[in-house]
C-alpha cells in the first residue's frame, strides 16, 4: 500500500527523515527566552533583545516608580532613567536571572534622588501636590469605607521616612518578596524586616489599620 503524501511530507525535510513528533514541535510557538538569554544577547549587542526585555518588565518598573513618587510624569521618566541606566551598566550585572531584582534596585535608587530633590523644592517654598495614592488607584470596586482606609493609610505613609515607606510599599502595594525589598533597597533583610515592622506600627496607632503579611 503506499503511503500518503502527508506521511511522505513528514518523513522529509530538506532531504532528512524525521518522525512526526518532532515535525509537530517544529510547528509550535518558539519559547520566550529567559531573561538570561536576553542579557547575553544584549550584551552580544543586539537591539531585539534590548526591546524584549524592556517589554517584559516595563509594566513592573514604571508600576513601581508610580507607587512610590505617586507622580505619574515624574514616574515615567524615572522608567526611562532605569532602562537606560540598565541598557548602559547590563555588563556588571553578576546574576543574569536576577533582571528584576536589579530593576528595582535602580528604580529605588532613582526614586530616592527624586525625594532628595523634593526635600529641597520645600525648603525653596515649594509644595508637593501628588494626586497617584492608594485611594486615587483603588477601582471603581472599592467601596467608600476601604477609600477611607486607603486615604489614611496614605497620610500616615506620607509621613515616614523614604527607606521604610519605600520597603513597605513594595512589600505590600507591589507584591515583593522580602528578599526583593532587601535587594532593591540595598540593605539586609533584618533592616527590611525592620523597617517594615516600623511602617505597621505606625498604621496601626495612626490609622488604625493592620495589614496582614501573607
Known sequence: MSRSAREEALDTVQGAPVDEDRWVQVLRAPVEPSDAELVRRIRDGDRWAEKALYRRH???????AVRLLRDRTEAEDVAQETFLLAFESIGQLRDAEAVRAW??????????????????????GFVDAYDEGLAQAAGP???????????????VLDGLPAPVRIAWTLRFVLGASLEEVAAAC???LATVKRRIAAAQRR?????GVEVLDG
Do not use: K, N, Y
Not at 58 to 63: C, D, F, I, R
Not at 141 to 155: F, G, N, S, V, Y
Not at 203 to 207: D, I, K
Open 58 to 64: 516595563a509594566s513592573l518598573v514604571l508600576g513601581t
Open 103 to 124: 530593576l528595582l534596585r535602580i528604580v529605588v535608587s532613582r526614586v530616592h534622588r527624586r525625594f532628595r530633590r523634593r526635600r529641597l523644592l520645600r525648603l525653596l
Open 141 to 155: 470596586e472599592t467601596t467608600p469605607e476601604q477609600r477611607a482606609a486607603l486615604a489614611r493609610i496614605d497620610r
Open 186 to 188: 540595598d540593605c539586609s
Open 203 to 207: 498604621l496601626q496607632a495612626e490609622a
